[in-house]
């Protein structure tokens, strides 16, 4: 252990070493505290700790694996794998598992992924007869996942006029009504949707005291890396779980959050202080990520928000490179920059593809940086978007095998009752969706017993589905005795769906075939990995749970060498030698949904921070002054971004340009250097005045169409003086109150607020983020 020690320096040392009671590690990007969190477990392992009684929750599974492994190097294998380490979805799913008779649910749960979810949205929508313009399922669905991550049941919703009064002033008076139809019918299917992981074991923990007091035995050691990402509901959890031993560990940093859109509530990190007795807060400053150059931009950048803990991030690493900035005409233009750039450092230095990563706001982007690297012959993977098990072929399959493990899952039912085709129309199937509802019974169970319920539907259906039942069975007896590939391949084969393609004959269907014969190596692999796991059998309910909530990245098993493409907000906790963020144009980064308060602003360059500071080397800042949105060729400016950090550590590239501005351009590549007064000139947008870098606060509002700020947070700004006793405030969590008394000043300026629930709470301005209504 000592010589692992010592690959810390002191600050990281200490949270280390510190043993019992709470602590936090806050500090600025690549200062060490993932590392910290990693070695601090093998430490406590190494005391004695028993390696069961520690929880680590991380951002994706990926990163538990790899942190498991840098523990297994220091204190063994056989010890490191006892440790519960994970997602919170994952680790909380497999509690529910144990625990799910006592939600009234089966142990073989499935696990609804937003597109089931939506699907059934949709269809409770079509049955209730709503107009589908008005009530759009994807925003139903996304409130309702709202109202979840808030813990806001059923009927705590129609218990609180305000939000149905919300609802009705939205023009969705029913949205209550869709929201309890939604539950029932998912639980019916003994199914539970992502937000309901953590609903449900909030829900546990609340109902069943022994439950709670069993876990918090058993998980003496809490530790939560990227805390400041962590929702309402996850923050209950964790406090729950940790109130006996409050042996809990958080790491994180204000400057990173970036999921608020999601509910992530970065109070969680402000307010940790006053939630457990006796924190110890440490503080790590070097950065062993990132060149100075970097790490000095990141900075600047990082300081113009407002909301913000102070916080210093330095490092001993050399000056690098400056930071490249380069424009182009059009997103096409700037994919093959991307490209050619790429291809040129990978052969000057000698650097394989994994090395890269191209960064950008919106998944929409990847396409124009994918065909530039198509053409260029670099291998990439893109991260996100439509992920391979959200691929229609793959979900097929994959509904017969959860309709094998659970065949009340109604969702995986109506999607292959039918598929491939066996006469089995979807009037019947309407039929049986209501006379299921009515029975509060599955289908499948309601076709299991035709000859006791009258169908009204016709011999010949009555045989099919006869069949249907019966080779569905056939399945979940061969599942007793066959490994989970085994039983793959025989109902891919059996189902017809191999067929199906197979007849096809069309390259597409060519390559759905492809993309079977892969899920099928994907699970033999898995039922080979998991055989070397004590405990894991490889059974099939354990394969669909590994997909049902495997991210885009759990896949990346690092032996392919390919360049990264993903959105910034999954390049979290990651790094890469080389770092293009493409896109950096106002309107879309920051995004022209983001702009109408200083909040969303402010999370918007909190994002940027991200990025910028997943680069070791080299970082790449590039924007088209036109590119396609929405089918239409649209005009933009460069990033206010860009021109927050100063030009010291930024060095403008030439542009490549055609001059043709829309035409394709022949693959060169030119990386001359030029005079920055010159760039200067060669800002785009002819029209922008040459003043660009400072213009006045009308101009901006004008370029930006920023509206005026409806909602300004009172933080550490000059909106501190518009408060005053008597003044009726909103804070995000409480609600509306009334200010009552203000102490301190400056920083230390204090508020004490009576707020309509009768509570009166003392709140800290600087990070209260109070609208003054
Ligand atoms: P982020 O905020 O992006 O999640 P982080 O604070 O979690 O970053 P780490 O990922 O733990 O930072 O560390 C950043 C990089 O610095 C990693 O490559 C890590 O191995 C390296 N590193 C951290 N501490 C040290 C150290 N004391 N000596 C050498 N390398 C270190
Ligand atoms: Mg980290």
């Known amino acids: 252990m000592e010589k692992y020690l010592a690959e810390l320096n002191e600050a990281q040392l200490a949270p280390v070493l510190h043993k019992d009671g709470p602590l936090m590690v806050i500090a600025g990007a690549g200062s060490g505290k993932t590392r910290v969190l990693t070695y601090r477990i093998a430490y406590l392992m190494s005391l004695g700790v028993d390696s069961f009684n520690i929880l680590s929750l991380t951002f994706t599974n990926k990163a538990a694996r790899e942190m498991k492994k840098r523990i297994a190097d220091i204190v063994g294998n056989s010890e490191a794998k006892n440790l519960w380490m994970g997602t919170f979805h994952s680790v909380f799913a497999k509690i529910l598992r144990i625990e799910a008779d006592k939600l009234g649910y089966p142990s073989n749960f499935t696990i609804y992924d937003t597109q089931d979810s939506q699907r059934l949205i949709s269809s409770i929508i079509k049955e209730m007869g709503l107009d589908k313009d008005v009530y759009k399922y994807k925003q139903v669905q996304s409130r309702i996942s709202s ?294 019974r599955s289908i499948f169970e309601v076709i299991s017993h035709m000859d006791r319920i009258d169908l009204k539907i016709n011999s010949g259906t009555k045989a099919r589905l006869e069949e249907f039942v019966n080779m569905i069975r056939s399945f979940q007896i061969m599942n007793t005795n066959a490994d989970a590939f085994a039983l793959a391949e025989h109902v891919s084969k059996k189902s017809g769906i191999l067929q199906e393609f197979k007849k096809d004959g069309t390259p597409e269907g060519i390559a759905r075939m492809e993309n079977v014969e892969e899920l099928l190596n994907g699970i033999k692999d898995f039922v080979e990995g998991q055989r070397e796991i004590d405990g894991a059998t490889g059974a099939l309910s354990e394969f669909l749970e590994d997909v049902a909530l495997a991210t885009d990245l759990d896949k990346d098993t690092g032996d392919d060498d390919r360049v990264a493409l993903m959105t910034i907000h999954l390049a979290k906790g990651l ?163 009334e200010v009552i008394r203000l102490e301190g000043i400056g920083n230390d300026k204090k508020a004490e607020i009576k707020f309509t629930n009768g509570e009166v709470k003392k709140l800290l301005l600087r990070f209260a983020k109070l609208t003054i209504v």
């Not at 609180?160 to 029913?174: G, H, I, S």
């Not at 050619?340 to 919106?362: C, K, P």
Request: net charge neutral.
């Open 147 to 440: 109202y979840k991550n808030s813990l806001i049941t059923v009927k705590a919703y129609f218990n609180n006029p305000e939000l149905v009064e919300a609802d009705a002033m939205a023009k969705r008076p029913r949205m209550g009504e869709i929201y309890n139809a939604y539950v029932e019918r998912c639980f019916k299917s003994g199914a539970m949707d992502f937000d309901d992981l953590l609903l449900k074991t909030n829900e546990l923990l609340t109902r069943f005291p022994e439950v709670l007091a069993k876990y918090q035995e058993r998980f003496r050691y809490i530790l939560v890396d990227e805390y400041q990402d962590t929702n309402h509901s996850q923050y209950l959890i964790v406090k729950a779980l940790s109130d006996k031993f409050q042996n809990i560990c958080v790491v994180g940093d204000d400057a990173q959050s970036i999921y608020a859109f999601r509910g992530a509530n970065i109070n969680n990190i402000l307010n940790y202080q006053k939630d457990y007795e006796g924190v110890k807060v440490y503080r790590l400053e070097q950065n062993y990520r990132s060149t100075k150059n970097i790490v000095e931009a990141a900075n600047c950048v990082i300081e113009k928000n407002k909301t913000r803990l102070d916080k210093v991030v330095w490092t001993h690493n050399e000056d690098g490179p400056l930071i490249k900035v380069h424009r182009s005409s059009t997103d096409a233009d700037e994919g093959r920059f991307v490209a050619g750039s790429i291809f040129e450092t990978r052969m000057q230095q000698q650097e394989s593809n994994g090395h890269f990563a191209v960064l950008y706001r919106t998944n929409s982007q990847s396409r124009a940086i994918e065909d530039a690297l198509r053409k260029r012959d670099i291998p990439y993977r893109i991260y996100g978007g439509l992920s391979f098990y959200q691929r229609k072929e793959i979900k097929d399959v994959l509904a017969y095998l959860r309709l094998v493990i659970n065949p009340n899952d109604e969702e995986a039912l109506i999607r292959i009752i039918n598929y491939p085709a066996r006469g089995i129309g979807q009037t019947t199937i309407d039929k049986l969706t209501v006379i299921a509802n009515e029975y509060k």
């Open 575 to 737: 790094e890469f030698p080389y770092v293009y963020i493409v896109g950096m144009e106002e309107d879309l980064f920051p995004s022209a949904m983001s702009m109408n308060t200083r909040s969303e602003l402010e999370e918007e360059r909190r994002l940027f921070y991200v990025a910028l500071t997943r680069a070791e080397k080299q970082a790449y800042l590039t924007y088209a002054q036109s590119r396609y949105r929405w089918g239409k060729l649209v005009d933009s400016e460069p990033s206010r971004f860009i021109e927050e950090i100063d030009d010291k550590y930024l060095d403008y590239l030439t542009p490549i340009d055609t001059g043709y501005r829309y035409k394709p351009l022949v693959d060169v590549d030119i990386f001359g250097e030029v005079d920055k007064s010159k760039l200067r000139m060669q800002k785009p947008s002819n029209s922008a005045p040459p003043a660009y870098h400072k213009p006045s606060e009308e101009k901006l509002r004008k370029l930006r169409k920023l509206k005026p700020d409806i909602s300004e947070p009172i933080g550490n700004n000059q909106q501190d003086t518009s408060l005053a006793v008597g003044t009726i405030v909103e804070h995000e969590r409480f609600g509306r109150g």
